[in-house]
C-alpha cells in the first residue's frame, strides 16, 4: 500500500534542531513536486518548503534561513531539518507528494498527505 510516513517530531527548546523525515513506503516518488507543510494551532495548513520536480528549492519568507528541505532518492526519502527553531514554529508538519506504485503491470499515480509529525518548541 502507497503511503506517506513521517517521524522526527518532538518537543525542543527553542534554539534547537530537528529534522524530520517523510518516506514513502510500498511506491516510489513521482516526478513532481515534494511538499513540507505546517499547521499552527488554530490556522490553516501552509506551505513552507517545495521541492520541484526540476531540483529547484523554495521556501515560505518565515522560515528563510532556517529550514532546510532534501531528498535522498536511494532512501526514497525526504527531510526537512528545522534549525534555530522558535516557539511560532510550533505546529504539525506534513509532507504532500505524488506517489507511484504497481499493481502488476501497472502503475498508478496520486497525490498523498503523510499522517503529520508534531513539532513542540517551547520558549
Known amino acids: 500500500q502507497a503511503q506517506l510516513v513521517e517521524s522526527g517530531g518532538g518537543l525542543v527548546q527553542a534554539g534547537g534542531s530537528l529534522r524530520l523525515s517523510c518516506a514513502a513506503s510500498?511506491?516510489?516518488?513521482?516526478?513532481?513536486?515534494i511538499d513540507w507543510y505546517r499547521q499552527l494551532p488554530g490556522k490553516q495548513r501552509e506551505l513552507v518548503a517545495t521541492f520541484s520536480s526540476r531540483g529547484n528549492i523554495d521556501y515560505a519568507d518565515s522560515v528563510k534561513g532556517r529550514f532546510t528541505i532534501s531528498r535522498d532518492n536511494a532512501k526514497n526519502t525526504v527531510y526537512l531539518q528545522i534549525n534555530s527553531l522558535k516557539p511560532e514554529d510550533t505546529a504539525v508538519y506534513y509532507c504532500?507528494?505524488?506517489?507511484?506504485?504497481?499493481?502488476?503491470?501497472?502503475?498508478?499515480?496520486?497525490?498523498?498527505w503523510g499522517q503529520g509529525t508534531q513539532v513542540t518548541v517551547s520558549s
Open positions: 504532500n507528494a505524488d506517489l507511484t506504485y504497481c499493481a502488476g503491470t501497472t502503475c498508478f499515480t496520486r497525490n498523498y
Open positions: 510500498g511506491s516510489f516518488f513521482s516526478n513532481n513536486n
